[in-house]
T-cell receptor, first 118, second 114 residues
Framework: GAVVSQHPSRVICKSGTSVKIECRSL??????MFWYRQFPKQSLMLMAT???????TYEQGVEKDKFLINHASLTLSTLTVTSAHPEDSSFYIC??????WGGGYGYTFGSGTRLTVV | GESVGLHLPTLSVQEGDNSIINCAYS??????FIWYKQESGKGPQFIID?????DKRQGQRVTVLLNKTVKHLSLQIAATQPGDSAVYFC?????????????FGQGTELSVKP
């Protein structure tokens, strides 16, 4: 089945620094990738949608200059949290979807990245 | 619809009992729903989906019911096992004109007591 690899699984960084999270589709070409954040005991909140070779589309309230998304190839998207602050500490999850509509099976999720900003 | 900021409701069941997890939606034009299971510290996993032209769909030990009149769907898990302990989300993909983005509902935390 489709596999999405997300790295790192955990990261601790100092306040003010930047952190990059990678999301790779291992056995399919991901035309579209999605980035979510999830606070403890809460649902997944969509941050942005990225299409290969295009600028990401951010959800309302998400700062595009703070959460930089790059989807330069059909198998890799990155999320960079710039000038991180403690309130950015969260669980970040990526999802990838191939170009062809595959219904519910079409969305494959990474295993998530636990970001802690100290 | 989205439920950001709300804490997950919890459901505690005895091993072997049936579990019912509910989800409400607001858009009467919604035509496709997906249920996901998320274990602690992991990404969501696909369980089952249903289209609006169906009222019921069954999988292995799981059944999804869709009531379009009251805009409600439920996930039923038969003979719940400890391995079913997780958070369950309903999700709805938006149209391709919105990138096909997947929007998650509030979620329910299922705890199975041995």
């Amino acid at each position: 089945g489709a596999v999405v690899s997300q790295h790192p699984s955990r990261v601790i960084c100092k306040s003010g620094t930047s952190v990059k999270i990678e999301c790779r589709s291992l056995d399919f070409q991901a035309t579209t990738m999605f980035w979510y954040r999830q606070f403890p005991k809460q649902s997944l909140m969509l941050m942005a949608t990225s299409n290969e070779g295009s600028k990401a589309t951010y959800e309302q309230g998400v700062e595009k200059d703070k959460f930089l998304i790059n989807h330069a190839s059909l198998t890799l998207s990155t999320l960079t949290v710039t000038s991180a602050h403690p309130e950015d500490s969260s669980f970040y999850i990526c999802s990838a979807r191939p170009g062809a509509w595959g219904g519910g099976y079409g969305y494959t999720f990474g295993s998530g990245t636990r970001l802690t900003v100290v | 619809g989205e439920s950001v900021g709300l804490h997950l409701p919890t459901l505690s069941v005895q091993e072997g009992d049936n579990s019912i997890i509910n989800c409400a939606y607001s858009n009467s034009a919604s035509d496709y729903f997906i249920w996901y299971k998320q274990e602690s510290g992991k990404g969501p996993q696909f369980i089952i989906d249903i289209r609006s032209n169906m009222d019921k769909r069954q999988g292995q030990r799981v059944t999804v019911l869709l009531n379009k009149t009251v805009k409600h769907l439920s996930l039923q898990i038969a003979a719940t096992q400890p391995g079913d302990s997780a958070v369950y989300f309903c999700a709805e993909p938006k149209g391709l004109n919105q990138g096909g983005k997947l929007i998650f509902g509030q979620g329910t935390e299922l705890s199975v007591k041995p």
